[in-house]
């Protein structure tokens, strides 16, 4: 008697278990199946929940140090809240933005390597390892293919001639084909007038009044018929980008906040269109659309200011508005932006994030110099290279130390520091003004 209830309570058990386990499968599978609904809608909560890219540690360690990520080999842990990266998407954390199917095709194409490579900016000088390249022969085309860069930046010191100019850039384009398939960003920083025009010495003219000159007395017409001229002008020598325009207001030289001395302040200002924002705006506007009418492409400068900190964006935001194709991000800090009193805005994912996902910017990001003191200041420029990068800033310009913070950028994408998307939709960017 005692035998059989034994029996009966062991086949209840066994009952009972066979229903939480039907009942279990059935529950998680059902759970699976919502999960994938969810997930093939569209669901901005379980992309968000996969990879959030506004969850971004910017505690950047150079490799080598002590606190070397300890995540083991073959983890699938996801990591993209804490490990230095972002994105670099407009919002909403998706991983890879989709590009045109050309651009797709040409990064499946590329090598790391040359997706590195295609981040910076540099000199022909830096490049060559040269003083004032004039030229470009066989050694420029050695460098190219070493460094297939995105961008080189020209100054007065590279220009002698209509001709000569022309003529060195055409070899360089050619020699930048020939090594990964795309052409160079030539840029000049053009902003027209006497003391910041590299195109009238190459002209030996005038070519128009400066930025300030023109703020104060010409229509929104006769500066977007400027900044036509000049960029049309600069197409006809080979030059495809100019750095400009300014949408800063002109700043005190001696005001509180202003970061540069009097001297500085007050040549930047004479590129700058004047000092009240809404009429600031206006000829931002102008200026971008005559630059990209010609057919050039417009850098709009400095992201939240050159040298003390926007009171509004309204500038920046009408240049956005107006379709401008790159932005440059300064070095300045702003706490309202970063939450921090010294990190540089160049370097900072929030600075990145307001610009991407407040104000609708999906353009190219343009780093200012990394090799300038207002950053060496603090940061070593090959650090400084990847902190940019992991920021969301997809060009960097690098004036001096280029082999350097390319390998650090380089070692980053290679280490993980820097994820394969971040490098995709900084190239993919790129790439889609270059070829799109």
């Known amino acids: 008697?005692?035998?059989?209830?034994?029996?009966?309570?062991?086949?209840?058990?066994?009952?009972?278990?066979?229903?939480?386990?039907?009942?279990?499968?059935?529950?998680?599978?059902?759970?699976?199946?919502?999960?994938?609904?969810?997930?093939?809608?569209?669901?901005?909560?379980?992309?968000?929940?996969?990879?959030?890219?506004?969850?971004?540690?910017?505690?950047?360690?150079?490799?080598?140090?002590?606190?070397?990520?300890?995540?083991?080999?073959?983890?699938?842990?996801?990591?993209?809240?804490?490990?230095?990266?972002?994105?670099?998407?407009?919002?909403?954390?998706?991983?890879?933005?989709?590009?045109?199917?050309?651009?797709?095709?040409?990064?499946?194409?590329?090598?790391?390597?040359?997706?590195?490579?295609?981040?910076?900016?540099?000199?022909?000088?830096?490049?060559?390892?040269?003083?004032?390249?004039?030229?470009?022969?066989?050694?420029?085309?050695?460098?190219?293919?070493?460094?297939?860069?995105?961008g080189l930046l020209y100054t007065s010191l590279n220009l002698q001639g209509p001709d000569q100019v022309s003529q060195m850039i055409s070899n360089t384009q050619e020699y930048s084909q020939e090594a990964v398939g795309l052409d160079v960003f030539t840029m000049i920083e053009e902003a027209g007038g006497e003391n910041h025009s590299p195109l009238a010495g190459v002209d030996a003219g005038d070519m128009e009044a400066s930025p300030a000159e023109l703020g104060e007395s010409a229509s929104t017409e006769d500066i977007s018929t400027a900044a036509e001229n000049r960029a049309a002008y600069a197409?006809?020598?080979?030059?495809?980008?100019?750095?400009?325009?300014?949408?800063?207001?002109?700043?005190?030289?001696?005001?509180?906040?202003?970061?540069?001395?009097?001297?500085?302040?007050?040549?930047?200002?004479?590129?700058?269109?004047?000092?009240?924002?809404?009429?600031?705006?206006?000829?931002?506007?102008?200026?971008?659309?005559?630059?990209?009418?010609?057919?050039?492409?417009?850098?709009?400068?400095?992201?939240?200011?050159?040298?003390?900190?926007?009171?509004?964006?309204?500038?920046?935001?009408?240049?956005?508005?107006?379709?401008?194709?790159?932005?440059?991000v300064s070095a300045i800090a702003d706490e309202d932006l970063t939450g921090d009193t010294e990190l540089p805005c160049c370097l900072s994912s929030d600075a990145v994030d307001y610009l991407r996902d407040t104000m609708g910017f999906d353009g190219i990001l343009m780093s200012v110099d990394l090799a300038d003191e207002s950053i060496t200041g603090q940061y070593d420029t090959a650090d400084a290279a990847v902190m940019a990068v992991q920021a969301g800033i997809d060009l960097i310009y690098v004036s001096d130390g280029f082999t350097d913070a390319y390998q650090a950028v380089l070692d980053a994408v290679n280490d993980g520091s820097i994820r394969d998307a971040v490098l995709t939709n900084a190239v993919g960017r790129i790439l889609s003004q270059k070829m799109d």
């Open 1 to 150: 008697m005692k035998n059989r209830g034994l029996n009966f309570l062991i086949i209840i058990e066994v009952i009972a278990l066979v229903i939480v386990v039907v009942f279990g499968g059935v529950y998680g599978g059902v759970s699976r199946l919502k999960s994938l609904v969810n997930g093939s809608s569209g669901s901005t909560e379980a992309v968000a929940d996969a990879e959030d890219q506004n969850s971004i540690d910017m505690n950047y360690t150079p490799a080598g140090s002590s606190d070397d990520a300890d995540t083991e080999d073959g983890d699938n842990e996801d990591t993209s809240a804490t490990d230095g990266t972002a994105d670099n998407a407009i919002s909403g954390g998706s991983g890879s933005i989709g590009f045109s199917d050309a651009v797709e095709e040409k990064l499946s194409e590329m090598t790391t390597e040359e997706k590195v490579a295609q981040l910076f900016v540099v000199t022909p000088d830096e490049l060559m390892g040269m003083h004032q390249v004039t030229q470009a022969g066989s050694s420029t085309e050695e460098a190219l293919a070493e460094y297939p860069v995105g």
């Open 235 to 328: 197409l006809a020598c080979g030059i495809n980008t100019i750095l400009g325009p300014v949408a800063d207001t002109a700043a005190d030289p001696a005001g509180e906040g202003v970061t540069a001395d009097e001297e500085t302040t007050a040549d930047w200002n004479e590129m700058t269109y004047g000092s009240d924002t809404l009429d600031v705006a206006d000829c931002v506007e102008s200026d971008v659309q005559g630059t990209q009418t010609a057919g050039a492409m417009a850098v709009m400068r400095a992201f939240p200011g050159m040298y003390e900190a926007a009171d509004d964006y309204s500038a920046y935001q009408v240049g956005i508005d107006t379709d401008v194709d790159c932005i440059q």
